[in-house]
């Protein structure tokens, strides 16, 4: 779960964030941190929370962000590196929707959707505010996307930005 707080160490907003690399990058939605002066990250099984504001990379079109959490030594999740995704192929979102840490939803790839340069995975995992940066995985436990948004006119019609594009917004950032 990542807070978002301003220049004066209050609270502004929160959302969800993936450890993505060794060496405590986060992955995370810009729109989760925009705005930010320093990120407050907790973290499963620790007690700890940490403090940064090394924002080291973003992409608004993305909507995409890495921060850097120099104390952090915990397990990165794997970015999926498979074949194709399939309609109806099980999915798992994890994230902190309305503040409740780490919360865990199923659902299914519902389809694929493109946005200007952004390939997005559309899914059916419940997700509400606070899910956003949080991680999409198959069954295996990779990452397969970040999610991003969902449409409030319907049901569980929810995005995450495709694997593909963590991989080339994260490129350099990645274990080889």
Known sequence: ???????????????????????????????????????AVHLENSNAVFTTNELLKYHPDFDLA????????GNPIPLYQGSDLARGQSVFAIGSPLGLFNSVSDGI??????????????????????????????????????????????????LAVSYEIIRQF???????
């Open 109 to 158: 790839i519902s389809g694929f959707r493109q946005f200007e340069h952004t390939k997005m995975i559309q899914f059916t995992a419940p997700a509400a505010p606070g899910s956003s940066g949080g991680a999409l995985l198959d069954r295996y436990g990779f990452l397969i996307g970040i999610v991003t948004s969902g449409f409030t006119e319907g049901q569980n019609l929810n």
């Open 66 to 73: 890495l921060l850097r959490l120099p104390d952090c030594n």
């Open 1 to 39: 779960m990542l807070e978002v707080l301003d220049a004066h160490g209050n609270p502004k907003s929160s959302g969800s964030g993936v450890l993505l690399a060794p060496g405590g990058i986060i992955l995370t939605n810009f729109h989760v941190v925009a705005g930010g002066d320093t990120y």
């Open 170 to 176: 994260a490129h350099g950032f990645l274990p080889q």
